[in-house]
């Protein structure tokens, strides 16, 4: 009796005291928060031996959970994150980042031209961060049950696949709808999907309440969308093309595009923590990530496009053709076409300041929801 | 007296010690009672309800727009939005009223289960039975909820076997009828338990006396056994209203486009739109409605049977 | 005492209940055989080609070794605050003596995102490192109240002159303790042991708001399953737990049979 008291007083000394490393990471682990997809091992090991820095990653869906993980425990959690525009400029402002030397970067000067200092993550000539990637809002659809092949986001607030649809579950999803009419209803006289004032708003809300009975699912999660689609409970929906390769490699018979209105879509940055702790490792990340293979690596297996002009030869390299497919040689016509997405703040930018913000956004999202 | 007892046991001066604290610990009960009580009760003051009041206290402030920080203006305008706005009465209905029907399906489903298990089962079989009950505690909640899709999914296993029996597709995929035979399986076990320990206290003496007094079997079980076995129903029901209350897993797993939970609603307050104060504000919702649940499980005596 | 038809049917009716409960875990185990990385029914084709690299991952031995020590301790600590509740609850009449199984039982029957929430605020608040420390309070806090009624619940049907006349015989209070009065609770002590550690081990509301940048099992499994790529190695993790849980549970059933010395009818 009286040993197994000692032996379990023992035990219990041992796992405490090995607690004490687990708590803070290890000099050398990078701690940092990812779209799903972004930290696969394909790259992610070959730098971990490289540099001797081990990568853990936490995923979330949407720029508002990673803005609020970045913040999460006075700040000082992750070390890096991959933040789209409209996370990127939220976080500055809060100062939850810190400014980065890109001459650190031995890749920044092959970064296209637009990618090096874009208004998303560089404010009065200070970069906040690493462009990565970027890429469009694809419209996805089963190839078997939706003939012909939908060219028009129409296809999602058509009645006709009552039941079958999906759209993510985001706030920055009303964009998608406000591009949609932007294209179909001139009279409302929308710029920019994300500058909406009060009779925009409406009518773009009133769009997705119309939409909402033949809504299957919002899908919160990537693997949602994937579940949806490979099993039958959606025929079409707004995605990325994340999902579309999960599912073609599934065997899937899915295919996306970007229909005649255009897209919304995502600049990512990788951004530092002010309080990060292991700089050293995350400027080792920085500079990996942008090199050519890495980049074109990752292009390839998201579906996205990289910033890295050398990354073009390299995607074909891998997979023949991937190149032209995402774009990665795309003249700027092509990048113009697409709504990046961004914080939506009361500033018109004409001048007014009667432009509903980002807190109406989710107050409305989750009216619609209910 | 006490000295010589010691000697003539041999104790050596530690053993003397421990007596005498014990001596003195024997004759003031309060401070024995209170050894005993402050870690626990302290360590949840400090650590527990503290929070809780801080978190509470919050429910009253504000946020910056922009950034996401809190402003530490006192401002009732969160709980006005809540009273105000119908979308949050439409989420805390439908998250009762799907606990409740979980609360119910359950108490169904695990009664006779749990009287078979008490009074009919061998000894034997009683024991595997309560393996095989606490088992699934161990096979993680979200990879048990995840297997449900696949079963309940459009072409999942389901939906085959009704083919298979030449029955039409039931489309309960991504719906409230999902999560509420989702919760109803999850939380299954929590019911079982404290039902099964009521009907299992329950002497055989009382059932031999009730049938020599002329009831049928019908009778016994309306007007004995159901009321020695009700606090392990109340008991068990505290589990299975609460955890499906807060619950916010779940539906952002099975539900579908109109199935927010009280618990998502917060969950997104806090993590998406970063507005503690509003996600605190509508938590106090199921903190009311679990005070009252519990102050009446008190009454019928739950407390004893947990 | 019961009629045949009705034990019949209620062995149908614990049969079907059975069923129900197992089914998805049957799913579970299926699809850990899965070749495709995809869950769809019906099952692709079988393969055992997951199980060498989820049991390789290292990022799931990490997330599992952390869950087993936050468990560990949040028991322990749960055995420690619960037995000493329960007998300051049980042996003492004080005002406030009800409002001490009201506090308890707080974490359990609250939302446990409220739990999450506050306690996240709160160590935010006093710049605590989130890490193994912080699941363990969070843990702790629902696990108490386990062992609390457990333990409370033996007493009441323990006589109290077991413990006096231990006294009476010579015994201070530590020897009492020790000789009498904790072989009576072991049992109970095993059984609320055991459902807390389990109700620890597989939590994952709270922890996602204590855990900080960690992983438990938990938060490694929902990482698994919103990327959606290596589902099967999910799959494989739970099915070995299961596996390897079955022992240490039947076991622990066999100890907390009811023992002779609290046969008081």
């Known amino acids: 009796m009286r040993t197994t008291w000692l032996v379990l007083a023992a035990a219990a000394v041992g796992l405490a005291f090995p607690a004490a490393g687990v708590t803070r990471a290890g000099a050398g682990t990078l701690n940092m928060i990812a779209w799903e997809g972004y930290t696969q091992a394909q790259w ?237 490792c995350a400027y080792k990340w920085l500079a990996w990530i942008s090199t050519p293979k890495v980049q074109a690596q990752q292009a390839i297996y998201f579906g996205e496009t990289p910033v890295n002009s050398k990354a073009c030869a390299w995607m074909d390299k891998l997979s023949k053709g991937s190149c032209k497919q995402y774009h990665a040689d795309a003249p700027l016509a092509y990048f113009k076409q697409i709504y990046f997405w961004k914080t939506p703040i009361a500033d018109c930018g004409n001048g007014k300041n009667d432009c509903m913000d980002y807190t109406k956004w989710q107050q409305a999202w989750t009216r619609l929801k209910g | 007296m006490a000295a010589g007892l010691d000697a003539a046991q041999g104790l050596g001066a530690l053993g003397r010690a421990r007596r005498r604290v014990g001596g003195a610990l024997f004759r003031r009960p309060w401070l024995r009672g209170l050894g005993l009580l402050a870690p626990p009760v ?31 203006e006192w401002t009732t305008g969160n709980f006005s939005t809540l009273w105000h706005e119908s979308t ?63 079963i309940l999914n459009s072409d999942g296993l389901l939906n085959w076997t009704l083919h298979g029996l030449g029955l039409p597709s039931a489309g309960i995929a991504y719906s409230n009828t999902a999560m509420w035979i989702v919760f109803s399986y999850i939380w299954l076990p929590f019911m079982i338990l404290p039902v099964y320990a009521a009907l299992e206290r329950i002497p055989h003496s009382y059932l031999e006396a009730s049938r020599d007094l002329g009831a049928k079997g019908f009778r016994t079980l309306r007007t004995v056994v159901l009321p020695l076995a009700l606090p392990g129903v109340v008991a068990g029901s505290i589990f299975t209203f609460s955890l499906t209350l807060g619950d916010y897993i779940t539906p952002v797993l099975i539900g579908g486009a109109s199935s927010q939970f009280i618990g998502n609603v917060v969950y997104d307050s806090v993590n998406q739109s970063s507005n503690l104060p509003f996600g605190a504000a509508f938590a106090v919702v199921p903190v009311v409605v679990m005070g009252a649940y519990l102050v009446v499980a008190r009454r019928l005596g739950a407390f004893e049977a947990l | 005492m019961e009629s045949r038809g009705t034990r019949i049917a209620l062995a149908v009716w614990a049969a079907l209940v059975l069923a129900f409960l197992y089914v998805p875990i049957g799913v ?139 006294m009476d015989l010579g015994a201070d209070g530590l020897q009492t303790f020790r000789f009498v009065t904790l072989p009576t609770i072991s049992t109970a002590l095993i059984s609320g042991g055991l459902l807390a550690f389990a109700l620890s081990f597989d939590e994952v509301i709270v922890t996602t708001f204590t855990a900080g940048a960690q992983n438990t099992l938990p938060i490694w499994i929902f990482g698994q399953i919103r990327l959606g790529q290596q589902l099967p190695q999910v799959n494989v993790v739970v099915f070995i737990i299961l596996a390897v849980t079955i022992v240490p549970v039947a076991l622990a059933q066999r100890l907390t049979r009811e023992s002779g010395i609290l046969r008081t009818e």
């Open chain 1, 44 to 280: 992610v090991k070959p730098f971990e031996k490289q540099s001797g820095c081990t990568v853990h990653a936490k995923y979330a869906g949407s720029s508002d959970e990673m803005v609020t993980l970045m913040r999460s425990g006075g700040g000082g959690q992750y070390d890096l994150v991959s933040a789209s525009g409209d996370a990127s400029l939220r976080l500055i402002y809060g100062k939850d980042v810190q400014p980065v030397d890109p001459a650190r970067i031995p890749d920044f000067k092959n970064f296209n031209g637009a990618f090096r200092s874009p208004p998303n993550n560089t404010v009065d000539g200070k970069h906040y961060g690493i462009s990565l990637q970027w890429g469009p809002n694809t419209l996805l659809y089963n190839t078997q049950k939706v003939k012909p092949a939908p060219r028009s986001w129409g296809a999602i607030y058509d009645p006709k696949y009552k039941g079958k649809v999906t759209v993510p579950d985001n706030p920055i999803q009303i964009a998608d709808a406000a591009l949609y009419l932007m294209k179909t209803k001139p009279s409302l006289g929308i710029r920019d999907p994300y500058e909406l004032n009060a009779k925009q708003f409406a009518a773009t809300i009133d769009l997705l309440e119309q939409q909402k009975p033949l809504i299957k699912k919002y899908w919160a999660l990537a693997s949602d969308e994937i579940d949806l689609f490979k099993n039958g409970d959606a025929w079409i929906g707004a995605s990325w093309p994340y999902q579309t390769n999960t599912l073609k490699a599934a065997k899937a018979p899915v295919a996306d595009l970007i229909p005649k209105e255009g897209a919304t879509g995502w600049l990512d940055t990788w951004m530092v923590s002010a309080k990060t702790k292991n700089l050293d």
């Open chain 2, 42 to 72: 302290g360590a949840f003051g400090f650590f527990y309800v503290a929070a809780l009041v801080v978190l509470f206290v919050s429910a009253f402030w504000g946020v910056d727009a922009f950034t996401g920080r809190l402003v530490h």
């Open chain 2, 88 to 150: 949050y009465r439409t989420v805390a209905l439908r998250t009762i009223g799907i606990a409740a029907a979980v609360t119910v399906t359950d108490a169904v489903i695990a009664f006779p289960f749990a009287y078979f298990m008490a009074r009919i089962a061998r000894p034997r079989t009683r024991a595997v039975l309560f393996v095989l009950v606490l088992l699934p505690l161990w096979a993680s909640y979200l990879a048990r909820v995840y297997s449900w899709r696949l």
């Open chain 3, 28 to 166: 579970i185990c299926l699809y850990a055989f899965n070749s495709s990385n995809v869950q769809s029914w019906p099952i692709a084709g079988l393969t055992t080609r997951w199980f060498g690299p989820a049991i390789h991952d290292g990022d799931m031995q990490r997330a599992l070794w952390l869950s087993l020590k936050a468990a560990a301790l949040a028991t322990a600590l749960a055995l420690v605050l619960g037995t000493a509740a329960s007998f300051g609850v049980h042996r003492f009449r004080f005002f406030g003596r009800e409002s001490v199984s009201f506090l308890l039982v707080l974490p359990i029957a609250l939302p446990g995102i409220i739990t999450g929430m506050a306690l996240n605020s709160y160590f935010t608040f006093w710049k605590l490192d989130f890490g193994l420390w912080t699941i363990v309070i969070g843990h702790a806090t629902f696990c108490v109240v386990v062992v609390y009624n457990n333990v409370l619940a033996r007493l009441r049907r323990v006589p109290g002159s077991l413990a006096e006349a231990s």
